[in-house]
């Protein structure tokens, strides 16, 4: 467009050059039979016509041809910029590079009886504002014209629309309200009819002018075009704003930004085109205003006017509008194009060209994540002594905070040799974004633990503050103030730790004892981990209503903050009091990172690559990991998934789990070491072990886990009774686990054979287990609710006999095992009954059954609803253990 637009100048004004030399002509033909100042004769008035019509014939032939050239010309602009009535006839429609020229309609270019057409070509980007008077129809026909021009004229997403018309609520610019919702076009989503917003749109206007001329400009571009020229990967868009019936609802700071963008804009790409109602413009509080429409305005309609120039005429032809189908679906293309132009270009892989692989953290972390819109890398740097610790990452839903994530894991990665890097990423979220990590375990990832749980959580943050303290003993025994200066005298490659906690809200959402210890917990970590290389990334969707008393404070210890789309309120309790800029980003790809403790001034705007799909990722963490420097690092990656129980142990990890003591290996232990959770059978009073819930697959792992321990204790049993009274089979390893026992093991499912008599007679002589499964479906076990002594010579009932022998048994080496699946059945009968089992195991239990069932009385017990773990308790010494029970691994 721009050499055609050269060119088609250049033929016009040759043009007017043939024009000029064919006057010449004429005039030197007349001189040259003028020169004897005689009266020509006959021969030489007829002499001197011929030679006037062989000029003239001449200069026909030569028009004719500049004509034709135009016609050339014109033919290859028009397929740039088409007439509007043509749209979409000729594909591709849309513009790929910022056009010299507008064309806008065609001009009648005359010369006596010779006449050609050009198009008209208006000169852009426009030098100052237009004006046009309101409720002008031809001109307002005029404006559209020109919008519409610029929509196709511009590569897509290059152009921005604001427009405001407060008495016709929009109806002023009904052609383009299809484009309302594409936020790419008109960020606003809707056409401003209000004082507020419209000062708001202005001022933000203003804003970025200001932005523009004070750090973009240079002596090297000093406008739009220029800067545009020389970053062609990251240029200014073009931002028209339209405003109709001014001065209605404008207020006079409004004024005073109009006024601004007036003076500067169109140099900077803000193109203000104002509909003016000029009586009430009259008022004595426009006349500043006035005077500097005055001065850097100009009418629409001067662009167009006709014009002449010497002796060729022209007269304008105006464009058409566009059938209705013809404007649909030059929209519809037009919001397609904007979409895929606005997908960020740029991927993940090309932040990494700028760093060499195998960094140091010694300095602290400066991971790439994006670009400025000047195209500069935007690093997050953490831990060097002139950078922030830890990070607060938000955005509302669907912002990009997981794509975010991923960028800055991988660039990590990337950077820096698992030697130098620990890195802990806990997930809350439903969903399983960090799985991926944990498929072939990330090299660098100490930890990775997905659908988690508070408890979990703070294992994790008390496993950390244990580091951070070992780490604060070996720097004392070095006399090491800190991180760099212990890595730098001891020479130990000591790795930084960054832990990642995504919705880390969540933390604070179970109960009040879970909580504080969270909180305790984190704000030790952000308090004092800057000293010892430990790090912290807190991610969330929102900061409203987090249930935590110290949030502030722990906000406050997060320098770093990374701000994502959010709402203003939201913005400003990211980033800081007053600084709303977040609530303006179009995320994806859009960010703000703020050094300065959410200072206005810190904000730095950054653009996020795609991180790319699953599969995408995991091809770049398998090169990662294969990559010679990485094949073969140390493993040290724990993996937690709170979705699934671990599988249950080998016969060979039982036998030396059990062997040296009478012990029950039941699970992992709910902590970062997961290490196994065994429950030491002492011979003690009461010590009988009661285990309730209403999840099978957990109840049937249990009872195989409780199988096996037993058939590999040294001194074991002399005999396992077991007792159905569930009427349910059990599966879930029961078979193999009974097997191991042997003849030890008998199986009763009535309860009239169940030899509760033999079993009590031989406490002390014979070591017996008891296991009921289903005490609160079998009556007959329970006590009678009216207590009453045997008669003398009346047997026991085997309720009174269950009784003795939990209460005689355990002492003497014999154990009850009761298996309660509902709680509620059982547990005002069995009150006294259950007084001698002072080993519990629940699970799946909702919080008032919970609560009864661990402290034996009313309260609540929170945490154990969900079927992925389960919690022990001594009640004797009230110690509490939650742990993740072992299943059988083709029920997990
Ligand atoms: N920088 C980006 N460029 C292009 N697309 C992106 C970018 N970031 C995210 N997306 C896309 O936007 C969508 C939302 O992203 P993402 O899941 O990361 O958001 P989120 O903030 O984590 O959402 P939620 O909180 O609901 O899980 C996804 O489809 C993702 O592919």
């Not at 307002?140 to 427009?163: N, Y």
Request: aromatic letters at 8%.
């Amino acid at each position: 467009m721009n050499g055609r637009a050269k060119s088609f100048q250049d033929v016009t004004a040759k043009l007017h050059k043939t024009i000029v030399d064919y006057h010449e002509g004429l005039v030197r033909i007349d001189r040259d039979f003028n020169a004897t100042k005689k009266t020509l004769n006959e021969d030489q008035e007829r002499n001197r016509e011929i030679r006037k019509s062989n000029w003239k014939s001449g200069f026909v032939r030569e028009w004719e041809k500049i004509a034709t050239e135009i016609a050339n010309v014109s033919s290859q602009l028009r397929q740039r910029q088409p007439a509007l009535v043509d749209f979409g006839k000729d594909k591709p429609l849309m513009a790929s590079e910022i056009p010299a020229g507008l064309v806008l309609g065609s001009q009648q270019v005359s010369f006596d009886q010779l006449s050609c057409h050009v198009p008209k070509v208006i000169p852009f980007p426009f030098a100052s504002a237009l004006v046009l008077p309101q409720g002008n129809v031809e001109q307002k026909r005029l404006a559209h014209c020109l919008l519409l021009r610029l929509l196709s004229a511009l590569p897509p997403g290059q152009v921005e629309l604001t427009l405001i018309d407060p008495l016709q609520l929009g109806q002023s610019v009904e052609p383009f309200l299809p484009l309302l919702k594409v936020e790419q076009l008109v960020p606003q989503g809707h056409v401003l009819t209000r004082s507020d917003e419209i000062e708001g749109a202005l001022g933000k206007l203003t804003d970025e002018v200001e932005e523009i001329i004070q750090h973009r400009f240079n002596d090297k571009s000093s406008n739009w075009s220029g800067y545009n020229a020389i970053n062609a990967d990251a240029p200014l868009t073009y931002k028209v704003v339209v405003l109709f019936d001014v001065p209605e609802q404008i207020s006079d700071k409004s004024l005073w930004f109009l006024g601004r963008l007036c003076e500067n804009g169109p140099r900077c790409g803000v193109l203000p085109v104002i509909a003016i109602d000029g009586q009430r413009m009259d008022e004595r509080r426009y006349e500043k205003f006035g005077c500097v429409l005055e001065t850097s305005a100009m009418r629409l309609d001067t662009l167009f006017q006709r014009s002449e120039t010497g002796d060729l005429s022209c007269t304008y032809q105006p464009e058409q509008w566009p059938r209705q189908d013809v404007l649909d679906s030059f929209m519809a293309t037009l919001a397609e194009h904007c979409a895929a132009k606005r997908r960020f270009k740029k991927t993940m892989p090309d932040l990494w060209t700028n760093f060499t692989k195998g960094e140091t953290t010694l300095g602290g972390f400066d991971i790439p994540v994006g670009w400025t819109p000047a195209g500069e890398i935007t690093n997050l740097r953490l831990g060097a002594t002139d950078s922030e610790h830890h990070v607060l990452l938000a955005g509302k839903t669907g912002s990009g905070k997981s794509n975010l994530l991923h960028v800055l894991i991988h660039s990590l990665c990337e950077k820096y040799p698992p030697e130098e890097l620990d890195l802990y990423l806990l997930d809350y979220k439903e969903s399983t974004e960090f799985n991926i990590y944990a498929a072939s375990p990330l090299p660098h990832a100490r930890l990775v633990a997905t659908e988690s749980d508070p408890e979990y959580g703070v294992t994790v943050l008390r496993h950390l503050v244990d580091e951070l303290e070992k780490r604060a003993r070996i720097f004392k025994s070095s006399s090491a103030r800190d991180f760099a200066e212990y890595r730098n005298a001891s020479g130990v490659q000591l790795p930084r730790v960054l832990l990642v906690i995504d919705e880390f809200q969540v933390l604070f959402s179970e109960g009040r004892q879970v909580a504080e210890t969270a909180e305790q917990l984190l704000s030790q970590l952000l308090k004092q981990g800057r000293s010892f290389g430990i790090h912290i990334l807190l991610a969330t969707q929102t900061l409203k209503g987090i249930n935590a008393q110290s949030i502030g404070s722990i906000i406050t210890q997060l320098g770093c903050r990374i701000a994502l789309a959010c709402g203003q309120e939201d913005s400003a309790l990211i980033l800081g009091g007053g600084n709303w800029a977040a609530a303006e980003l179009r995320s994806p790809p859009e960010g703000i990172i703020n050094n300065a403790n959410g200072a206005k001034s810190g904000n730095v705007k950054f653009m996020i690559p795609f991180a790319g799909e699953s599969e995408h990722r995991r091809e770049l963490l398998t090169k990662l990991i294969e990559r010679k420097s990485l094949f073969g690092a140390t493993a040290k990656t724990k993996i937690f998934s709170g979705a699934s129980l671990p599988a249950m142990p080998s016969s060979s990890e039982y036998q030396i789990a059990c062997a040296q003591n009478q012990a029950l290996l039941l699970g992992e232990r709910l902590t970062f070491e997961a290490d196994v959770l065994t429950i030491p059978l002492t011979r003690r009073t009461a010590f009988n072990v009661l285990l309730s819930g209403y999840n099978d697959q957990i109840h049937d792992g249990l009872l195989a886990a409780i199988l096996s321990s037993m058939a590999y204790h040294a001194d074991g049993f002399d005999e396992v009774v077991y007792f159905n009274a569930r009427g349910v089979p059990p599966c879930g390893g029961f078979s193999t686990s009974s097997q191991a026992l042997g003849a030890r093991f008998r199986i009763f499912d009535d309860i009239s054979t169940l030899p509760l008599q033999a079993i009590s007679d031989d406490i002390g002589s014979r070591r017996i287990a008891l296991i009921i499964d289903g005490l609160d479906s079998e009556k007959v076990l329970h006590p009678t609710a009216a207590f009453r002594s045997p008669k003398p010579g009346e047997p026991p009932s085997p309720a009174d006999l269950l009784k003795c022998l939990a209460e005689e048994g355990p002492r003497k080496g014999t154990f009850v095992f009761a298996f309660v699946d509902r709680w509620q059945r059982c547990a005002s009968a069995c009150k006294d009954l259950f007084s001698f089992f002072e080993l519990r195991v629940a699970y799946c239990m909702n919080e008032d059954d919970a609560g009864s069932l661990v402290s034996g009385g009313i309260g609540k017990f929170k945490g154990i609803e969900k079927p992925n773990r389960a919690v022990f308790v001594n009640k004797m010494t009230n110690d509490r253990e939650w742990f993740c029970p072992y299943v059988q691994e083709s029920t997990r």
